[in-house]
Each structure stands twice: as C-alpha cells, then as structure tokens.
C-alpha cells in the first residue's frame, strides 16, 4: 500500500502563486508515476501534471503549461506542484495520484491505484 498526504492548499489572489507538496510514505519503491489532478466544483476531475518516480520525465495539461511545474524531492518521497500566475478558473481541490504501472496513459485517472485526501486552493479575482 501507498498513502499520500496532500498539504500548501489554501486562499490565493489571482496572479498569486502557491505550491503544493503530496508525501508518499509506504511502498513507495512500487510507485513509478506521480500525478496531480484537480476537480472545481460541479465538474469532472482533470489531469494537471504528471512526474516519473524517476524525476526525469514530466507531463502536463495544455492549461498547466508555462505556469505550473511538477518535481520531486530526490532525496525524500515528495512531489511538488509550484503553480504560478494563478486565475480564478484553477480554483478546485488538487488530488495526488500515484500509480505502479509502468505502461499507461498519464493523463487517466482510472490508472491510478492511490489517492490523496485532497488540498483545496481558491484564487480569488
């Protein structure tokens, strides 16, 4: 089992930054992919960025790009989310998602097998 604890959530004005921080602890040497995942209100939860345990590869959605960086800690078991230029529309509660597949598609949340409990972040206009 993996658990991941998600914290750096919080109230931002627009423009502002924030990062978050996802804690795996566990079997941690099963994880070979890290992702963040947000849900806003009233929609479906979306892909945002996604890192290999490695730290080599990374992966974002169109409307992560240029704004948000995901990393990991090498020398720990944390995942980072530095986000950037923030806009009222990434207002939602970020998940952390780990994964022990090794072939999958980054940006579905269903290859997902570990969820955190969440961190809500609100950019205020």
């Known amino acids: 089992q993996v658990q991941l604890v998600e914290s750096g959530g919080g109230l931002v004005q627009a423009g502002g930054s924030l990062r978050l921080s996802c804690a795996a602890s566990?079997?941690?040497?099963?994880?070979?992919?890290v992702g963040w995942f947000r849900q806003a209100p009233g929609k479906e939860r979306e892909f945002v960025a996604a890192?290999?345990?490695?730290?080599?590869?990374?992966y974002y959605a169109d409307t992560a790009k240029g704004r948000f960086t995901i990393s990991r800690d090498s020398a720990g078991n944390t995942v980072y989310l530095q986000m950037n230029s923030l806009k009222p529309e990434d207002t939602a509660v970020y998940f952390c998602?780990?994964?022990?597949?090794?072939?999958?598609?980054?940006?579905?949340?269903?290859?997902?097998?570990?969820w955190g409990q969440g961190a809500p972040v609100i950019v205020s206009s």
């Open positions: 566990g079997r941690t040497f099963s994880i070979t992919t």
């Open positions: 890192i290999r345990w490695s730290g080599v590869t990374t």
């Open positions: 998602a780990a994964t022990t597949l090794s072939r999958f598609g980054v940006s579905a949340s269903s290859n997902y097998d570990y």
